[in-house]
């Protein structure tokens, strides 16, 4: 009889397995004790018998049902736990693309910045120089050769100037979208530094160079057109930010299983806290701090290295004074 209350419990709930127990005394005591068929007590003892029966029965039923109780309400709370996680990710969700709309507007605002300063100024300069001709050539003006000769060079280096930049943003879109293409051979490494400092020939005009290489240097499996536009990105970056007539140094070595290609200059440094945000695309950073800008070069460089597995950092040059550009690039596999 205890079995079916407990049955009772679960499945009809306490008020139930009460009931239930009252009728299991009842019938006990109709159907076991005597007499027989009646539901007197002729047996003192038998009160006993019978009160620890319904005791027992009762805290069966009770502990029963309140297990059960317990059951629904974990189950209520695992449902309302589910419930909280399915808005926090909905929440998470929601902010995150705040957060990619945010960044993705400070990107766009970023390159207008960029494509206002770094494509009006040249476009200004061409303007007003083929004006100048134009105005020469109905004799508005009276132009010497000297002077039509330096306009034409301002075209001409204007004209590069946008040129080069149409170059790095499509090469950082390329790389953005996944479209990199790296041609690996083996190539020495002087070869690939030599190739960068010659086509550095004109930037480094009012800028010197000293050129450093180990003994020995070891081969690479690299894309060597890639690597020398890495090199020649730092050196054009150490001729914006050092003064004219100052060193720039360019050391190579070989450290176990990897190079490293250190390019070093005399100029402004970067400060500590600007020195990972300065390979993100549009940062650039002078004297006074941050500054908004183009700051396509070391982005780009910064994945041509991570697409060989290497790494770029910036360290402190032993004189405190300028920055200090290493690149560390796998050997390759022999």
């Known amino acids: 009889m205890v079995l079916v209350i407990l049955f009772v419990a679960i499945f009809a709930g306490s008020i139930s397995a009460f009931l239930a127990s009252i009728a299991a005394m009842l ?23 019978l ?13 029963s049902a309140r297990v059960k109780r317990r ?34 507007e ?30 020469e050539l109905r004799r508005e003006i009276s132009l010497d050769e000297r002077s039509k000769y330096e306009m034409l060079l301002v075209i001409d280096e204007e004209c590069n100037r946008l040129n080069n930049y149409t170059e790095k943003l ?21 070869e690939i530094i030599n190739t960068a400092v010659e086509n ?7 800028h010197k160079l000293n050129v450093k290489l180990s003994e020995e240097l070891p081969a690479v499996l690299v894309d060597s057109h890639a690597i020398a536009e890495v090199i020649y990105l730092l050196i054009d970056n150490a001729v914006k930010y050092s003064p004219e007539q100052s060193l720039i140094m360019i050391t190579a070595s070989a450290i176990n299983d990897a ?23 549009f940062f650039r950073v002078n004297e006074r701090g941050a500054r908004k800008g183009v700051g396509m070069g070391l982005a780009i460089a910064k994945s041509l290295v991570e697409a060989h597995g290497g790494s770029i950092r910036i360290e402190d ?6 920055t200090r550009f290493v690149i560390r690039l796998p050997i390759g596999d022999n």
């Not at 009160?51 to 502990?63: C, N, P």
């Not at 950082?172 to 020495?188: F, S, V």
């Not at 190079?259 to 695309?281: A, N, Q």
């Open 71 to 104: 059951a629904r309400e974990a189950e209520a709370s695992k449902r309302e736990i589910e419930r909280l996680y399915e808005e926090l990710r909905d929440a998470f969700e929601q902010a995150s693309q705040t957060e990619a709309l945010r960044r993705s």
């Open 27 to 49: 019938c006990f005591n109709y159907f076991f004790l005597p007499p027989i068929g009646a539901l007197t007590i002729a047996d003192p003892q038998n009160w006993v018998a």
């Open 259 to 281: 190079v490293e290609i250190m390019v070093e200059d005399e100029g402004i440094g970067i400060p500590v806290e600007f020195r990972e945000k300065v390979f993100d695309k």
């Open 200 to 206: 550095s020939r004109q930037i480094l005009i009012n």
């Open 317 to 322: 040059t032993e004189k405190r004074k300028g």
């Open 170 to 190: 499509i090469e950082l879109a390329r790389i953005e979208a996944g479209d990199l293409r790296l041609y690996r051979r083996w190539t020495a490494l002087d």
């Open 106 to 135: 400070k990107l766009k605002s970023a390159l207008l910045d960029a494509v206002t300063h770094d494509i009006r100024t040249p476009l200004t300069s061409i303007k007003a120089s083929v004006t100048t001709l134009i105005s």
């Open 51 to 63: 009160f620890v029966f319904l005791v027992v029965a009762l805290t069966v039923g009770q502990l």
